[in-house]
């Protein structure tokens, strides 16, 4: 069962304008989330995380939001730029539970147009 | 620093044949290693992680198996491969459970 969604497969968004990736989750045991980017041939990097006891992290262009209660957490990227296309992945873990690795989304393809 | 290396980069088997992907992290120890596979138009799905040598979880049931030789290597097989164990095959590693991952740059494995 998929604990972590991301329930748009693609998003096209203007340079220069936010591009908002969205999250979704359903394991309320989750405290710790990451976003990923992917290129094509890639593995994935690591860009931003946020713990559960925050509702905002911000690096540079890159912000997560984190909102417990509706269990949706979302990357918001301004200005968007062209190198910014990519695969987009969100991963959730339960630091203090049995199991031992993140929980993936399954992708959003990202498209930065000029 | 640590790195983490994985090949080759692309792999063309044909069905039927045995499969070996190696994967070496440098610069750390006793770290936690995974295997993830990216199917076409699928998420990142885990196969098998290991927190120690010889100690491995599979995730999800497979036509595949993973071993650690040693502390910062992780090798992926199969003796028989199948036409739907093609996909992106990703090692990474972490230095404790339910941690940032950092990812190798992955085999691209196509099964003929």
């Known amino acids: 069962d998929q604990q972590v969604k991301q329930n748009s497969p693609s998003l096209s968004v203007q340079e220069g304008r936010i591009s908002i990736l969205n999250c979704d989750y359903t394991?309320?045991?989750?405290?710790?989330f990451l976003w990923y980017k992917k290129y094509p041939a890639e593995g994935p990097t690591f860009l931003i995380s946020i713990s559960s006891i925050k509702d905002k992290n911000e690096d540079g262009r890159f912000t997560v939001f984190l909102n417990k209660s509706a269990k949706h957490l979302s990357l918001h990227i301004v200005p968007s730029q062209p190198g910014d296309s990519a695969v987009y992945f969100c991963a959730a873990s339960a630091r203090y539970d049995s199991g031992y690795a993140l929980n993936f989304g399954k992708g959003t393809s990202l498209l930065v147009t000029p | 620093s640590q790195t983490i290396h994985q090949w080759p980069a692309t792999l063309v088997q044909p069905v039927g044949s045995p499969l070996s992907l190696e994967c070496t992290v440098e610069g750390t120890s006793n770290p936690n290693l995974y295997w993830y596979r990216q199917a076409a138009g699928r998420g990142l799905q885990l196969l098998f992680y290991s927190v120690g040598i010889g100690q491995i979880s599979s995730e999800v049931p497979q036509n595949l198996s993973a071993s650690r030789p040693q502390d910062r290597q992780f090798i992926l097989s199969s003796k028989k491969l199948l036409l739907s164990d093609s996909g992106f095959y990703l090692c990474?590693?972490?230095?404790?459970?339910?941690?940032?991952?950092?990812f190798g740059s992955g085999t691209q494995l196509s099964v003929l």
């Open positions: 990474a590693w972490s230095r404790t459970a339910n941690e940032k991952l950092f």
């Open positions: 394991n309320s045991m989750f405290d710790y």
